[in-house]
C-alpha cells in the first residue's frame, strides 16, 4: 500500500513536544516559524517534533512551527482557562504537567502545525551579529536555523559574532532550510530584532 498524503493537511496533526518551561501566563515555548526536528525518541513513534536548540547537534531540520505554542495560565486563572484574545487566534495553548507533589514541572505536548516548502513572510529572523550589529538580509541568502528560538539566520560563519549567540546558527546543524526572497536593510532588520517595529522577509523554505 503506498497512499499520498498532503502535507499542508497531514501536518496539521503534529505535536510539540513535552517541556520543562514551567511557568503558567501564557510564556511562549516555541515562537510561530521556529525550526523545528522530528523527535526519535517519542515514546508514542508518532510525528513529535522539537524547536531546534543551541546545543542540538546532529538533528536534522524537518519544518517550521506554522502557530505559536504558549503555557496556560494556571498561576493565575484556573487550568483550562483561555483569555479572550486567545479566541479565534492560531496560538496553541499546551497543558501543564504535575509531579507527584501536584507542582507544575512544564507543558504536556500540544498539537502544532508544522510547514513545508512554499513561500512565507515571517518576522522570526535574526542576522549575522544580531541584534548589536545586524547586517542586511539579501534576496538569495541562503538560512540556517539560528540559536535564538530557532529562528532563521544569513550568518554562516559562527566566529566574527562569537559572543552574540542570538546571530549565530545552531552549532553542527549548517542546513539551508529557507532562501531569502524578498530582504530588509540593515536597519529595518535591527529594529525587527530589538522587535521595535516588525519587518517581515519573505522566504522560500526548503524542508
Known sequence: MFIPRHPVVENQFCKLGATSTAGGAGNVVCYAGSVVYLDSTATDQEAVVKKFAHGDTGKVPFGFAMQKVKTGYQSIHPVGMVLPGDLGSSDAIAQPVYNAAGVITGTQAAPMGVAHLGIWDTVHYVTEGGA????????????????????????????????????????????????????????????NINNTTLYPVRIKLLV
Request: charged share 15%.
Open 132 to 191: 548589536a550589529a545586524a547586517t542586511s538580509m539579501v534576496p538569495g541568502a541562503a538560512l540556517r536555523v539560528a540559536a535564538d528560538e530557532a529562528k532563521v539566520t544569513n550568518d554562516v560563519t559562527n566566529g566574527s559574532d562569537a559572543t552574540d549567540i542570538a546571530g549565530e546558527f545552531v552549532t553542527g546543524v549548517t542546513t539551508t532550510v529557507a532562501r531569502c526572497v524578498v530582504g530588509v536593510s540593515a536597519a529595518k532588520a535591527s529594529a
